[in-house]
RNA sequence: GCGGGUAUGGUGGAAUUGGCAGACACGCGGGAUUUAGGUUCCCGUGGGCGACCGUGCAGGUUCAAAUCCUGUUACCCGCACCA
């Protein structure tokens, strides 16, 4: 029989919003444990079926530790900022906040629907402004540290809608709205001095239990390599600095290349004799993004520069100098010597300009041929005068030592890792509270005078000259100096939407602090968050720069812990039927809401549980949908068949003990789908042997924490006391889960032949016996002669045979 | 291009981490119940008549490979102003 869902969940939701299950107590003498989960932007779209993914996994983990006798903080907020608000806000003339607070109440609603055991008392919202006043409160700490300023950076300019475009605005390099070319262009911005930070992010990585592709992919993005940086002088007499990790090769290098955007090129312009060439090659370069110019790198291209050569300070050798770019101004010096002979792009390059390449480390192929890039003991030194006969790792300090004695290098590490760029020319995000006086220059804004609100526009469209809208609010804009009392104007740009979700976990330990971002007693008791799962997408950025800011708050004595999250895990996105990832255009998207209504948040919960390893990718299916509904009906009809007896039958006993152990381990290690098969499994078993009331209380305490209404509702049919979720997470003994007799594979040659039932642990001689003893074994002993044996206990044992001679 | 992943029946996925491939579901076939459809309950279900063959593809290591190694193809995530 079918169970009324819509029913049963509209009455506990009820319950738990009078009942407050949920509360999280600071101070509270039981164990801690802070669950986390990412919380959402809330689009207009309404919550996806990609976020009940997540948050059920997270909802199932503490709902089990809660049981578990744990003090549970699990907490949701709004990251409401951004720019799909306000493009709404533009394109539909009404405020963003009007917007946001709408979107905010819709996903409530969706997310209560769904019985997420969320402490709502502790909700937070990025753009409230008792939140963002110590968002703009960090920002004046990181700027009174040194690692705010300003500097010059290029952005995205649409030459026909004249502002300025984030990365996603910009598609295949025109502007996504109206189509006209995009150019970059240099604005003054303000950044973060992450890169300060570079070396702890990497080293304290191994202190925590991240999921390892996630510690690899931070690494890779922080991209540490050591090297030199060496000084070649050009015919002009200026320096041109490079940073290699091949100081070894030096003597290979033929010519060098610098970035389009390279200073010199401007310095050196009126001699060049291609100056012409120059300009059109740069302008070209500015049309390209990073990820353009190294993707179309396949095909090589440059300009050389006519007039001005470089001198190889090793063997006083003139080289010339190109720009090309794939050379990025981002990384390093921006410069690079070039080795064709062992360095791939560089190889490339030459082949295509005629450079000359030269080989400097024997041991690869014909260097003419392709470009040899051992970077160990297989590569010996030759044309290299002094370093001759060295291997590639013993040059590497031999050449840095040389180079420093005659002070034309150095041993250096970098970082592909660059600072954190931190305006927009946006209006929806948190004012920069900084203030320009003309007298005593960039001044912070006083914290008694935060939070610096957002003030009203008229209009939230970008202004013709790339500011944001709220340099059009001159009564905003101008005020008074902090410093000496002067006219002085304010920082119009915005912050990221990185910002607010950079420590918006630290708020939920105390979110209605007016004193600070929460109380030193709060975050001593809950930090730091024991478990923290996201997406794959967010490992390099706000997974990154949620860090940095925490150490940084560490260093300033704010927060009590070095790293902000204990451990991290990942989860898979939900793709649309066939495959596909779910969008509008597609038509593939599936909305919860309907889910919800026709088969009841439970099965939604169960399903999204179900659907597959809970890392990777899965695809929605409705009618497996419908599997997950079906078991639910069954667990009803045996809780509305009346069970009797309080204990648990000897038939079902065994297999209670190891279901009990399999779900409580398959929800530590987020293996969902495996724990609910197990329950599946139980419940076959309890169609086919009638289970007592004690079975399935055992049954119904596993089910709390995936399917919370139903369990709830049948544990009240059942006429137990108090409520399910708040009993104590059952327990299971491990003699009791174990067989007494084992059925073992009898491989002969390594192919299955048969099998034979043994007692459990029985010795490799009994199992031996029992082998033989079965009659298609023996029929294949006849005429051969056991050469060897391999018992691997309670699981197979093979013989290997050869005929008898 | 660079960095990180993934690939198993008709479908979603299991596989104690080198030890009986396909648990649990969906779908499909058969049966029972039902006036009928649906629901529910039982049984069957990788391919091949068979010796056997089967975990993207090609090799290798091993008594034994979905799992380890080498090469290769396809797809997914990220690439710094989307969140």
């Known amino acids: 029989m079918a169970y009324d869902f819509a029913r049963i969940e509209k009455k506990w939701q009820g319950v738990w919003e009078k009942e407050k299950p949920y509360a999280a107590v600071t101070g509270d003498k039981r164990p801690k444990f802070y669950g986390l989960i990412e919380f959402p932007y809330p689009s207009g779209q309404g919550l996806h079926v990609g976020h009940p993914r997540p948050f059920t996994a997270m909802d199932i983990v503490t709902r089990k530790k809660r049981m578990q006798g744990y003090n549970v903080l699990f907490p949701i907020g709004f990251d409401a900022f951004g720019l799909p608000t306000e493009n709404y806000a533009i394109k539909n003339h009404i405020h963003p906040a009007i917007v946001t607070k709408k979107n905010i109440e819709n996903f409530t609603r969706q997310l209560k629907m769904l019985g997420f055991g969320f402490d709502w008392d502790r909700v937070v919202d990025t753009t409230d402004p008792t939140y963002y006043k110590w968002t703009q409160w960090i920002f004046l700490q990181l700027w009174k540290k040194g690692l705010a300023y300003k500097a010059t950076m290029p952005v995205n300019w649409c030459t026909s809608c004249k502002c300025v475009l984030a990365n996603e605005e910009v598609v295949e390099g025109v502007c996504e709205r109206c189509g006209s070319p995009v150019v970059q262009k240099e604005k003054s911005q303000w950044m973060l001095r992450i890169t300060a930070y570079a070396q702890r992010l990497i080293d304290d990585l191994d202190d925590l239990d991240f999921i390892e592709r996630v510690k690899i992919q931070q690494k890779n993005w922080i991209g540490r390599s050591t090297g030199a940086e060496v000084t070649f002088k050009a015919t002009t007499g200026d320096d041109i600095v490079v940073f290699t990790t091949r100081p070894d090769t030096l003597f290979g290098a033929t010519y060098m290349v610098l970035s389009p955007e390279h200073a010199l090129v401007k310095k050196w312009m009126p001699k060049l004799k291609n100056a012409d060439d120059v300009r059109a090659y740069q302008a070209a370069a500015a049309s390209k993004s990073d990820l353009e110019r190294t993707e179309l790198s396949k095909e090589k291209t440059g300009v050389c520069l006519d007039g001005v050569a470089a001198v190889n300070p090793v063997n006083g050798r003139e080289i010339p100098i190109f720009i090309s770019d794939y050379v990025l101004a981002s990384y390093g010096t921006g410069a690079i010597m070039a080795v064709p002979a062992h360095d791939d792009r560089d190889w490339e390059f030459a082949k295509k300009f005629g450079c000359e390449i030269v080989e400097v480390v024997a041991g690869g192929e014909d260097v003419q041929k392709a470009a040899f890039t051992a970077k160990d003991d297989t590569g010996v030194l030759v044309n290299s005068e002094f370093l001759n006969g060295l291997t590639v790792r013993q040059a590497i300090p031999a050449i840095t030592k040389w180079l420093e004695e005659k002070g034309i290098g150095k041993a250096q590490v970098n970082y592909k890792l660059r600072d954190w760029v931190f305006s927009r ?381």
């Open 425 to 805: 020319q946006r209006y929806w995000g948190e004012p920069i509270p900084m203030v320009w006086c003309e007298k005593c220059g960039w001044q912070p804004l006083p914290e008694d005078q935060l939070p610096l609100v957002l003030p009203d526009v008229e209009s939230y469209e970008p202004t013709d000259d790339g500011e944001s809208p709220l340099s059009k609010m001159t009564d905003w804009v101008n005020t008074t100096c902090p410093c000496c009392g002067g006219p002085a104007r304010r920082e119009t740009d915005t912050m990221p939407q990185w910002a607010g979700s950079s420590w918006y976990f630290l708020r939920y330990m105390d979110p209605h602090n007016d004193k600070a971002l929460a109380s030193k007693e709060a975050l001593d008791y809950w930090s730091p968050v024991d478990w923290y799962n996201g997406g794959m997408e967010h490992t390099t950025l706000h997974l990154l720069y949620s860090r940095f800011w925490h150490k940084f708050l560490y260093d300033i004595g704010v927060v009590p812990t070095r790293e902000p999250y204990a451990k991290r895990t990942s989860h898979g996105m939900i793709l649309g039927e066939g495959g596909e990832k779910m969008s509008k255009s597609r038509g593939n998207v599936v909305n919860p809401d309907d889910i919800i209504a026709q088969y009841g948040a439970d099965t939604m919960r169960m399903y999204i549980m179900f659907i597959g390893d809970f890392e990777k990718a899965a695809t929605w299916s409705d009618n497996a949908v419908k599997g997950c509904k079906k078991f639910l009906d069954r667990v009803w009809a045996l809780a509305e068949a009346g069970p009797t007896g309080d204990d648990v039958t000897p038939e079902h006993e065994a297999a209670l003990h190891r279901t009990i152990k399999k779900v409580s381990e398959d929800i530590d290690e987020m293996k969902f789908n495996t724990a609910i098969a197990a329950m599946m499994t139980l419940v076959n078993e309890f169609y086919k042997s009638k289970p007592s009331k004690g079975d399935m209380k055992v049954l119904l305490l596993l089910l709390s924490p995936f399917a919370p209404h139903i369990a709830e509702e049948m544990w009240e049919m059942l006429g137990f006391e108090g409520r399910a979720m708040s009993q104590s997470w059952p327990e299971y003994d491990e003699s009791k889960t174990v067989e007494q007799v084992k059925e073992l594979a009898v491989q002969v040659n390594g192919k299955l032949r048969s099998t034979v039932t043994v007692p459990a642990d029985a010795d490799d001689e009994t199992v031996i016996d029992a082998a033989k003893a079965d009659g298609k074994i023996a029929r294949a002993l006849e005429g051969m002669e056991i050469v060897k044996t391999i018992v691997v206990k309670n699981r197979l044992v093979n013989l290997i045979l050869k005929p008898k001679k």
